[in-house]
């Protein structure tokens, strides 16, 4: 790990696996700011973003349908949780069509989140993982499940028509 941009992610395991594919940070602690692409990967991230005025900023962003260029600050950081399109819907209880290339800003205090939630890496990804722990579902529909499980074995290679037949959903429904 670099002491100029940190990046520290550790992948969901067991049950969580299916609506969060990591949690973890980045920041940029160098002396200047720092210009990056970010490529559509199929998440959903959540970021908790060191706000100016001390805190964190909560900010969800959705999926990018192509790159994007950006700014990380210099001094900024942020602890992000990356789900993926199930996670959204099942345990942000969201949709995935209102959050395609866009980005919307979730209240401050968003999962009853407190400043030694922040202190380091491992208290994030505790607290995080407590939390999800709270809302991840009994039951959820297999076919979702089963249609996602395709899409990222086969990194969205899979077409549109293949995947209701494995599915058993019409090509409509899925799109």
């Given amino acids: 790990m670099s002491t100029d941009f940190e990046y520290n992610f550790t992948s969901a395991t ?3 696996s299916i609506f969060v594919e990591s949690i973890g940070m980045f920041g940029n602690f160098s002396g200047s700011d720092k210009e ?4 559509p990967d199929g998440r ?4 908790f973003v060191q706000a100016e005025q001390g805190g964190f900023e909560v900010i969800l962003m959705g999926l990018e349908s192509g790159p994007k260029h950006r700014v990380i600050t ?12 199930l996670g959204l819907e099942y345990i ?6 209102h959050m395609l290339n866009s980005a919307r800003n979730l209240p401050d205090n968003f999962w009853d989140m407190k400043a030694e939630n922040f202190q380091n890496i491992e208290i994030f990804q505790g607290y995080v993982n407590q939390k999800l722990n709270e809302l991840i579902p009994e039951k959820i529909d297999q076919r979702k ?8 074995s086969s990194k969205g290679e899979m077409g549109v028509a293949e995947l209701a ?5 019409s090509s409509r429904q899925i799109n």
Wanted: net charge positive.
């Fill in 44 to 47: 959903i991230d959540l970021f």
């Fill in 145 to 152: 499940q089963k249609l996602f499980e395709l899409i990222y």
């Fill in 74 to 85: 210099a001094g900024m950081y942020a602890y992000a949780v990356s789900f993926t399109p």
């Fill in 14 to 16: 067991g049950k969580k």
């Fill in 36 to 39: 990056i692409i970010i490529l």
């Fill in 165 to 169: 037949k494995r599915v058993g959903w």
């Fill in 92 to 97: 942000l209880q969201l949709s995935i069509a």
